[in-house]
């Protein structure tokens, strides 16, 4: 099973709202992440975690908080976002590097919109 | 922030054309990596290669890389129509433990007329 699952594949919030976003892989991948990627843009990476602990944060704003409850799911809690906030949000998972690196795959994505 | 660059930023061709997209970044990798992506959805892994590899072959994929000029290219033979989607490349810099980080180019919109 190469599938990256991601749940709901569409989200509309008001900025006062809080949700969450969902992710699960079954490929026994130790290397989880969340991307976002706005339109006609390319993903930008904002955290990734290794062994279900956070790693690298690329300064992503506090109203988005990652959680990794275990090592097939990944979640993002939204709070008090802003309209500039709304994306696609990508999940993906791979092998963790080593020597090598390796391919990530991708979900289908959260299309977010704040109002 | 970005370090790659793709060219062309829109392609048309026919189908049963070769289609060549191009991609340059700034900074030593380990690898790079082409994803296509459909209308807004997920990415899909087209073919990684090793900053020690100068040429890799999938099916009708062909990608080039060439560390001496930071580039590498994405060849696609004898296009479909269900080839329409746009290609990115992305570069792998660190030999992190911790995950990859990858930094993806701003892609190329190929749309391939039957």
């Known amino acids: 099973d190469t599938e990256v699952t991601q749940t709901p594949k569409h989200l509309v919030m008001g900025m006062t709202n809080k949700k969450s976003l969902k992710c699960e892989q079954h490929?026994?991948?130790?290397?989880m992440y969340w991307y976002k990627q706005k339109a006609k843009k390319p993903p930008e990476l904002m955290f990734v975690y290794s062994y279900e602990k956070l790693s690298i944060n690329e300064s992503v704003p506090s109203r988005f908080s990652p959680e990794c409850p275990n090592s097939s799911l990944l979640n993002l809690h939204l709070h008090a976002l802003q309209p500039e906030d709304s994306a696609l949000y990508l999940c993906?998972?791979?092998?963790?590097?080593?020597?090598?690196?390796?391919?990530?795959?991708f979900g289908p994505g959260t299309r977010l919109t704040v109002t | 922030s970005q370090q790659g660059e793709e060219d062309p930023q829109a392609l048309s061709i026919q189908e049963g054309e070769n289609a060549t997209m191009n991609c340059s970044y700034k900074t030593s990798i380990n690898n790079l990596q082409w994803y296509r992506q459909n209308s807004g959805r997920g990415l899909v892994h087209l073919i990684l290669i090793r900053s020690n590899e100068r040429e890799k072959h999938s099916g009708r994929l062909r990608v080039t890389l060439d560390t001496s000029k930071k580039s590498s290219s994405l060849l696609i033979t004898a296009s479909r129509a269900a080839d329409t989607a746009s290609y990115f490349c992305a570069t792998d810099g660190a030999w992190e433990t911790s995950g990859s980080r990858l930094t993806f180019g701003e892609g190329t919109q190929l749309t391939v007329n039957p």
């Open positions: 490929m026994g991948h130790r290397a």
């Open positions: 993906a998972s791979s092998r963790l590097p080593g020597r090598l690196s390796y391919e990530q795959y």
